[in-house]
């Protein structure tokens, strides 16, 4: 069975950091770029980083980069997320996810839909 | 960024009805590179629609994707119990990638 799941979220007071886990299963974890999108309560979802197959090309919104690292360990099938400088508007559900096989991707950047997500893992900055 | 706005917000139907889904884009949307998912509290989201039409692995044919530039819809043809939940289009011709703010499907 293909499988996310993230763990790692908690509560973490602002400028606090956080790294967040996403074992895969199921899929050739070491052929697909994968990403973190986040859910604000109450809001839409927002793509937040995308790192390529052999992990070396990375790319973050702007809302999160120079705060933000993703990573990946293809030996552990994971996927991570290093937040750091954590501000309340971080708050939210964030997921990891696959990209479509039919992705492509230039200097701007990976463009594919995601086919594969996990449940999530909740991230709550707050005094 | 291209801006999707998705419409209505809300949408209260009875099972069996259509639901008809609207993401309008600020900008052309680059090949149709536009995608649905589906999204039920304490679920993983599930990928529809990708390429604007065409349905992914395992999606039921009652699901249909359209539309290209600006202007797409999810179209559900009869809509069965475990239809109801928030649905959301995505761009990723263009970046940065983004999506829509949702519909809520709820029964009526």
Request: net charge neutral.
């Amino acid at each position: 069975e293909v499988q996310l799941l993230e763990s790692g979220g908690g509560l973490v007071q602002p400028g606090g950091s956080l790294r967040l886990s996403c074992p895969a299963s199921g899929f050739s974890f070491s052929s697909y770029a994968m990403s973190w999108v986040r859910q604000a309560p109450g809001k839409g979802l927002e793509w937040v980083s995308t790192i390529g197959a052999n992990g070396v090309i990375t790319y973050y919104a702007d809302s999160v980069k120079g705060r933000f690292t993703i990573s990946r360990d293809s030996s552990k099938k994971t996927l991570y997320l290093r937040m750091n400088s954590l501000r309340a508007e971080d708050t939210a559900l964030y997921y990891c996810a696959k990209l479509h096989h039919t992705y492509s991707y230039d200097s701007n950047g990976y463009y594919g839909a995601f086919d594969v997500w996990g449940q999530g893992t909740l991230v709550t900055v707050s005094s | 960024e291209i801006v999707l706005t998705q419409s209505p917000g809300t949408l209260s139907l009875s099972p069996g009805e259509r639901a008809t889904l609207s993401c309008r884009a600020s900008e052309s949307v680059t090949s149709g590179s536009l995608a649905w998912y589906q999204l039920k509290p304490g679920q993983a989201p599930r990928l529809l629609i990708y390429g604007a039409s065409t349905r992914a692995t395992g999606i039921a044919d009652r699901f249909s994707g359209s539309g290209s530039g600006t202007d797409f819809t999810l179209t559900i043809t009869r809509l069965e119990a475990e239809d109801f939940a928030v649905y959301y289009c995505h761009q990723y011709g263009s970046s940065p990638q983004t999506f829509g703010q949702g519909t809520r499907v709820e029964i009526k």
